[in-house]
């Protein structure tokens, strides 16, 4: 099983949609979704997921983002309730943070008795012996960021899955990446605990806006090699790497050139995804688009991928 960290801007939510029949049947990748902004921009996910009989792990106490006062929260719990509270559909998880006392647990835990339910933990706050005696006979799984120490977790909480969110890329600019870099072990490799990604590049919440234009463009593209049967990722960039000019999309098709020189090099080295297709065809049509567009191809071709592995 594969939980991808995905926090729920428009790119990542598109991206979801594109791929809802590619995640396997049964279902081999479960995403994890951290809301970001109302409700009513989880409408077309949520109704998509449904209609296609998949499931997704939804955070339900979202505080981020254009969700950090509590009028807001209320507003997103009640226009999220009916989707929430079907169990075909949600896997309720909860976002501790450093404030999260025990009883709040408890009262999350009471809400949904019964259910199948999840633990986010990306920093430092409750311990894992304050947090083992809540969780005895819950099915539950914990997911534990970068900057908390996993083992902790793995060790106090017995009979619980505890699954890493992993950081897989460590560049922080897109022109310090190398040619090609590992991302994972042989998806199924990690047995029935699965595992975990941020699937944007860095972990931290997303900017509220953009910036002025990028520098190098880069295309990160998922493959699995054939003699190992790990994940390895490609990084395809930009002939220009001034910020600001050409534009971005001009140096999208440049990225994209270089994959699609890669994928005539190596045949079949890219899974046909909607997400390479769709790059594919940018550069076949010489159509202009966006960073926004790029990433939601990145994303799903990624999920495809790894959904493929399994």
């Not at 997921?49 to 983002?65: C, E, I, Q």
């Not at 991928?305 to 399994?310: G, I, P, Q």
Request: hydrophobic fraction near 45%; charge should be neutral.
């Amino acid at each position: 099983m594969y939980f991808p960290y995905l926090y729920a801007r428009r790119a990542e939510r598109n991206a979801l949609i594109d791929v809802v029949h590619s995640l396997g049947s049964p279902q081999k990748v479960r995403p994890i979704v951290e809301p970001y902004s109302a409700a009513s921009d989880l409408t077309g996910l949520m109704n998509t997921f449904a209609a296609a009989k998949k499931d997704m792990l939804l955070v339900v106490n979202p505080s981020r983002g254009r969700l950090v006062n509590a009028a807001e929260q209320a507003a997103w719990s009640t226009a999220m309730s009916a989707y929430v509270a079907d169990p075909a559909l949600v896997t309720p998880v909860f976002h501790l943070f450093a404030r999260t006392t025990p009883a709040d647990v408890t009262k999350f835990l009471t809400a949904f008795a019964g259910r199948e339910l999840a633990l986010v933990i990306l920093e430092a706050g409750l311990s894992a012996a304050h947090l083992a005696p809540l969780l005895v006979g819950q099915n539950i799984r914990v997911f534990v960021g970068p900057n908390v120490a996993v083992t902790d977790y793995q060790t106090a909480l017995s009979g619980v899955h505890v699954v890493a969110l992993a950081p897989r890329f460590t560049a922080l600019r897109n022109a310090d990446f190398p040619a090609e870099s590992a991302f994972s072990l042989d998806p199924k490799s990690y047995g029935t605990a699965g595992f975990g990604d941020f699937t944007i590049l860095d972990p931290r919440p997303p900017r509220a806006s953009g910036g002025a234009g990028a520098g190098a463009v880069a295309v990160h593209m998922t493959y699995q090699h054939s003699a190992t049967n790990e994940l390895r990722v490609q990084h395809f960039l930009s002939d220009d790497q001034v910020q600001g000019t050409p534009p971005d999309g001009v140096k999208l098709l440049q990225a994209v050139k270089h994959l699609d020189d890669q994928q005539a090099a190596t045949p079949g080295r890219f899974l046909p995804s909607p997400g390479f297709m769709a790059l594919h065809q940018y550069r076949v049509d010489g159509h202009i688009t966006n960073l926004e567009q790029s990433k939601r191809q990145q994303i799903s071709h990624h999920l495809h991928t790894v959904a493929h592995s399994l």
